[in-house]
């Protein structure tokens, strides 16, 4: 009898943390990615970090699509010794911007004014890419490509659900065990 009771008490414990997991998201998921620059020519040769995290609940996975402040985008880039972020770039709030072909990351698209550039082509700033110019005040038009930029996905944020379906599972085994003792 009281194993019967154990396994109805641990049968319910797992339907429930398994509910809390499998439900849908109240809000959208937040993807991190790193990216390293490897600046090969110029007057600052050398590797240098950032990472940047958005939200993807607006992404479609169809065609080409941007990403930017109003979508949670957060840049941190270390360049020579200087932490930048979002709102160092030249166009805050437009920009910078994250950019997407049929949900594939092409990269950002990031102006530091009198410093860099990070995108596809200094002629079409709006389009994030894998490029890495060295820029005379903000004018595009002054740009040297001087390096490359590459980018690794890093552990998607838990939801809050999954979360709590975890604590909740959690709780039940110590419940459990406890009441074994």
Do not use: H
């Not at 990216?35 to 607006?58: H, I, L």
């Amino acid at each position: 009898m009281k194993l019967a009771r154990s396994f109805g008490v641990a049968t319910v414990a797992v339907a429930i943390s398994v509910a809390a997991v499998g439900a849908k998201p109240t809000q959208a998921a937040l993807v991190n990615y790193g990216f390293t620059v490897d600046a090969t020519s110029g007057d600052n040769p050398g590797q240098y970090y950032g990472s940047f995290q958005y939200e993807d609940s607006t992404l479609t996975g169809i065609g080409e699509e941007t990403l930017g402040i109003s979508n949670g985008l957060s840049i941190s880039f270390d360049y020579l010794g200087t932490q930048y972020t979002e709102t160092s770039d030249f166009d805050y709030p437009l920009s910078p911007v994250v950019s997407f072909t049929n949900g594939n990351l092409l990269g950002l698209s990031y102006l530091v004014e009198d410093q860099f550039f990070i995108g596809d082509n200094a002629g079409n700033p709006n389009r994030g890419g894998t490029k890495f110019f060295s820029i005379l005040s903000a004018d595009l038009l002054s740009a040297t490509e001087v390096g490359t930029v590459s980018y690794s996905k890093g552990q998607p944020v838990p939801e809050p659900m999954t979360l709590s379906g975890i604590a909740i599972a959690g709780m039940m085994g110590l419940w459990l065990k406890r009441k074994k003792k």
